[in-house]
């Protein structure tokens, strides 16, 4: 399965995705942020960082680099898309995702390993996670991770059973403690933790794999 | 001509730095405020060739386009001639 890794000017988790996804058998490029064409991978990864600087507000200047042009086409043919923090953000400014990230309610950068509830089996992204595995561990280390969205979506959200991760103990005040979600057609997903930070047991939790590979299935 | 454009968070949206300042400003002892709210000021300057009514569907251009998140915040501007 061919994965893309968009590179931006400030992207800093793209070498940890890398390293993460080609341990667990993807076949990995890198893809530079003013490329235009994604036609030949399988799947995308927008990775964490501070993509122009995290200026005027995080992810609002790359939703408009020319590789999104693509990436949005491609999500909509249903390819696989995942955004990981600073992705996350990217993928909601450009509306892939509902929703905001706004600033953690303590107004802190806080970078710390969480326990993350899986709220969701029913999606491609954690459809192969053993049910034993109720929860994993993972990195965090954002400011703007606090997940805000109006009544109606949050229970559209609900509905379609698009939450997929929840934090266990809410380390910066999203609504209905939400860490990850993914788009109605759930092949778009977004989430603040690192699972590529967490994909190898050096690191101190090999968690993060478990959603890799489901995806390799 | 500029644009002067002030940005802040819709009403109901959680705005923890303003919380935060307006906790340290009663510390200091400064009494009076009910709550404060924190955004965001930013100036356009336009070349000479733009009229007014420009400036003005410029700047609306530019919030709705970029400058603003529509569903966190809301927006007001001025044009200074």
């Not at chain 1, 003013?34 to 200047?61: C, E, V």
């Not at chain 1, 929703?99 to 969701?120: D, E, Q, R, Y």
């Not at chain 1, 209905?176 to 778009?188: F, Q």
Request: glycine share 8%.
């Amino acid at each position: 399965m061919k994965f893309a890794i968009i590179v931006f000017p400030g992207s800093n988790c793209d070498n940890d995705a890398y390293y993460a996804l080609k341990n667990i058998g993807f076949n990995v490029s890198f893809v530079w942020h003013k490329d235009t064409n994604l036609s030949g991978f399988d799947g995308i990864l927008i990775p964490g960082g501070f993509s122009y600087g995290d200026y005027l507000r995080t992810g609002a200047i790359a939703k408009f680099s020319p590789i999104m042009k693509s990436l949005i086409a491609e999500s909509k043919k249903g390819k696989i898309v995942i955004g990981i923090c600073n992705g996350f953000q990217i993928l909601i400014e450009s509306g892939l995702l509902p929703g905001a990230l706004i600033t953690n309610k303590n107004i802190k950068f806080i970078s710390k390993t969480v326990s993350l509830k899986i709220n969701s089996y029913n999606s491609v992204f954690t459809k192969n996670i053993s049910k034993d595995r109720s929860d994993i561990n993972m990195p965090i280390a954002h400011k703007q991770g606090n997940y805000i969205v109006n009544k109606n979506t949050l229970e559209e959200l609900e509905q379609n059973d698009q939450i997929i991760f929840k934090y266990k103990d809410n380390p910066n005040g999203s609504i209905s403690d939400i860490a990850g979600i993914t788009n109605k057609n759930k092949n778009i997903l977004g989430m603040m933790p690192h699972p590529e930070r967490a994909s190898d047991g050096l690191l101190g939790s090999n968690d993060g794999r478990l959603i890799f590979e489901s995806i390799l299935g | 001509m500029k644009a002067k454009i002030f940005i802040k968070y819709k009403e109901g949206i959680l705005d923890p730095q303003g919380t935060v300042t307006n906790k340290a400003l009663k510390s200091i002892n400064i009494k009076g405020i009910d709550s404060m709210g924190i955004g965001k000021y930013i100036e356009i300057d336009f070349d000479k060739s733009v009229k007014k009514d420009d400036a003005i569907s410029i700047t609306k251009d530019s919030c709705n386009k970029l400058l603003v998140n529509p569903n966190t915040e809301t927006y007001t501007f001025e044009i200074e001639e």
